[in-house]
């Protein structure tokens, strides 16, 4: 239900700011279900930069491209994308980081690739 809810929300709002509602909503909700079941929210100073940097890719730039890309795109070809996008990161990972695919990501990639010829 996200994607056609997300393209009717863009009928009156701009994409990231309905991004941005949808994700501080998300964050307080799960915020609070880690409060209400008594876990602490405070994260080693370490980590925080790996943190924000994680966040800012995933968050910002995934939601927000993706919103973006709903203002031109059917919902049907937004969530090809979206949803194919594990199989474009493993085909990426080798030319681009040097990870080649090992045999169970090259038969994880045929099943995924046989969905989308289907």
């Given at each position: 239900m996200n994607w056609p809810i997300l393209k009717l929300l863009l009928r009156d709002w701009p994409p990231l700011f309905s991004r941005g509602i949808a994700g501080t909503a998300a964050g307080l909700i799960l915020a609070g279900i880690a409060v209400w079941r008594g876990e602490s929210l405070l994260l080693p100073r370490h980590i925080?930069?790996?943190?924000?940097?994680?966040?800012?890719t995933n968050v910002f730039a995934w939601m927000g491209c993706a919103a973006v890309?709903?203002?031109?795109?059917?919902?049907?070809?937004?969530?090809?994308?979206?949803?194919?996008?594990p199989i474009w990161a493993t085909l990426f990972a080798w030319p681009i980081l040097g990870i080649r695919p090992t045999l169970r990501d090259a038969a994880a990639l045929l099943l995924g690739l046989a969905g989308l010829a289907r």
């Open positions: 925080v930069p790996r943190l924000l940097f994680a966040s800012f890309a709903l203002k031109t795109l059917t919902i049907g070809e937004g969530a090809l994308v979206v949803y194919t996008m």
